[in-house]
């Protein structure tokens, strides 16, 4: 074999483990993304509102303050829709007002209950079979409002059925949060000011 060929043969062989190496960060890094998505336990020290009853919780509720994530980064005038479906499953559907592009957005998902339907600790998801937890950590008596924490406390919603909660509804809420260990100080609070659109998306 010429010094030609043997180095071809080393640069190929260079080429082929930097495309292994390359292909298993990839499948590393896809991997922990499923393994964050599929994780629908409250996380350690938050429970899940019982009893609970997703008739009540069904309609409408406006999101007043969130965490930050990219999927709802830009939305103002956002909006949670929840539709019990003959199979019990619940039928989502998220709606925001995209400042950049002046229009509105929507996602629409499925959401079941991981236990008994009388715990509001549910899996939900917008891509296929990936579901990502969502538990109602604290919920106002007569379903005015809720505050609600994701997979890990990275994530973490009020919504309301109003637009705007009295002053002070919105600490006790603030301050239940801060107990569960959420970080109260990076709250996006969102503001409602374009009317919503008249109909949800139906089935």
């Known amino acids: 074999m010429s010094t030609i060929q043997l180095c071809f043969s080393s640069a190929q062989r260079r080429r082929s483990m930097f495309s ?35 008739q009540r919780y069904q309609g409408r509720w406006y999101e007043l303050a969130r965490l930050d994530h990219a999927f709802e980064r830009g939305l103002m005038d956002v909006s949670a829709t929840y539709i019990p479906q003959p199979d019990d499953s619940v039928r989502v559907v998220n709606r925001g007002f995209d400042l950049a592009s002046d229009q509105w957005r929507e996602a629409v998902g499925k959401a079941v209950f991981t236990g008994a339907p009388t715990t509001a600790s549910l899996k939900v998801s917008f891509f296929g ?63 409602h000011q374009s009317p919503q659109p008249a109909q949800e998306s139906q089935p």
């Open 129 to 191: 079979p990936f579901y990502g937890g969502y538990h109602v950590a604290a919920l106002d008596a007569d379903y005015r409002w809720a505050l609600v924490v994701g997979p890990d406390r990275s994530y973490c919603w009020i919504l309301a059925r109003d637009k705007a909660l009295a002053p002070y509804t919105k600490q006790a809420i603030v301050a239940r949060a801060k107990a569960l260990g959420i970080d109260i100080d990076a709250f996006i609070w969102v503001s």
């Open 20 to 54: 292994r190496l390359g292909l298993l960060a990839l499948w590393i890094a896809c991997a922990n993304l499923l393994a964050g998505c599929a994780n629908t336990s409250p996380p350690p020290g938050v429970e899940a509102v019982t009893p609970f009853d997703i």
